[in-house]
């Protein structure tokens, strides 16, 4: 199967745009917390930081792994080109998982945390979209 190369070139600005939104909206996560809306300094059990750090890890793990398999038939030899369409959804999956641990700290930081705590979540959640960025 050949594919196009409009169609090539539409599919990848659409996975830009959705790539786009994601890095957005954990920028919106992060300006929601230093708005000063949430309020600050409330004890916390300690417990949640490394329940949420385990699902961050987890989220990580299942995010480079949805970005290996769709980009695993690019870095074969092919014969054909993979069909760009046919991929987004693994690339959604993995920038949904990278959010996810965005949200973790969104979440850490609603119920108090302070931002040193809720920051780093965010910081690796942000890193984690940059590096899964559309070829």
């Given at each position: ?15 830009l ?17 230093l ?8 004890s916390?059990p300690a417990?949640l930081?490394?329940?949420?750090s385990?699902?961050a ?15 695993a038939?690019?870095?074969?030899v ?7 369409v046919?991929l ?5 999956v ?14 850490l ?13 965010s ?13």
């Open positions: 199967m050949t594919v196009d190369p409009q169609q090539r070139n539409l599919a990848h600005t659409r996975a745009v959705i790539w786009g939104s994601f890095l957005f909206a954990q920028a919106l996560f992060v300006a929601l917390l708005a000063g809306i949430v309020p600050a300094g409330r916390q417990h930081v490394t329940i949420f385990l699902l890890l987890a989220a990580g793990i299942g995010a480079h792994i949805m970005w290996r398999r769709a980009r038939p690019l870095d074969r092919m014969r054909e080109v993979p069909d760009p046919a987004l959804p693994f690339y959604i993995a920038w949904a998982l990278d959010e996810a641990v965005a949200l973790l700290g969104l979440v930081g609603f119920l108090g945390f302070p931002a040193v705590v809720w920051s780093a979540f910081a690796a959640g942000f890193i984690l979209t940059l590096v899964h960025r559309p070829a």
